[in-house]
């Protein structure tokens, strides 16, 4: 975040999001610059993490009944999960996720991302039933189908696109979420995500692993959703994009 942060600032300041959701931080709640996303009339909630993961939650409205942590593992210490309610006109619970790698799979750091990615279910379970508007939204680490992937065969062997990963994202959308990107029928090769390697960018060897997902009171709502994509190409980027759902005032 800091290493970057006239290029985070400069995209908020074209794009003007209402509510934000960063992952991947690295940085402890103290050295994030919330004094710059104020300035811009932002509420931030933080948890941050020294050197690895971190969350971050912004906000044009008040940021009320925060939860820092996905609840179900004590001893998990990896700041990946913040949630909170917005308190807009039109109230929405949003959580930012910045969701295990898995990487290599067969071992611990794999089998720790299936069980943070049930943990995530129960806890999308339990929002689901206070019938609010709901957004789930970051970095899930997950491929969801083949063609959300330049390359399908590239990726068998990782633990993005392995069959226990997809169920388990199956398994949180149909406990009655909608993907966001999907709905709007946008283009699934509108990708969120290209390696710094190879020319992946330059070869347009992406992948959509950056997911919104919308309770139904939410979705009730959607009306479009987008990668920024040209910010790949701008100066000191990040290797995701941002994506963004615009969600109206009344249902549809």
């Not at 931080?25 to 811009?40: G, M, Q, T």
């Not at 308190?87 to 910045?98: E, H």
């Not at 279910?121 to 970095?139: H, N, P």
Request: glycine fraction near 6%; charge should be negative.
């Amino acid at each position: 975040m800091n290493a970057r942060l006239e290029t985070v600032l400069g995209w908020f300041r074209d794009a003007n999001p209402d509510v934000a959701c960063l992952q991947e931080i690295k940085c402890v709640n103290e050295k994030f610059p919330a004094d710059a996303f104020e300035a811009l009339g932002y509420n931030v909630a933080v948890h941050g993490q020294k050197t690895y993961n971190g969350v971050a939650l912004l906000s044009k409205w008040p940021l009320e009944d925060v939860l820092k942590g996905l609840p179900g593992e004590e001893e998990d210490e990896q700041a990946r999960y913040l949630e909170a309610l917005v308190s807009a006109p039109s109230p929405i619970r949003v959580a930012t996720i910045y969701l295990p790698n898995g990487n290599p799979v067969g071992a611990e750091k794999f089998a720790y991302k299936l069980r943070w990615m049930a943990r995530l279910r129960q806890r999308a379970a339990t929002l689901l039933a206070l019938e609010e508007r709901v957004a789930l939204c970051g970095d899930y680490n997950v491929i969801p189908e083949p063609e959300d992937c330049d390359d399908p065969e590239s990726w068998r062997g990782d633990a993005l696109f392995q069959p226990e990963t997809r169920a388990a994202f199956r398994a949180i959308k149909w406990l009655g979420f909608t993907d966001a990107q999907a709905a709007v029928g946008r283009d699934p090769h509108a990708y969120t995500f290209w390696d710094y390697q190879a020319g992946a960018w330059q070869r347009d060897h992406g992948i959509r692993i950056d997911h919104i997902l919308l309770s139904p009171q939410a979705a009730d709502r959607l009306v479009d959703c987008e990668p920024h994509r040209s910010v790949r190409g701008g100066e000191k980027p990040s290797d995701h994009v941002p994506v963004v759902a615009t969600l109206s005032d009344c249902p549809a």
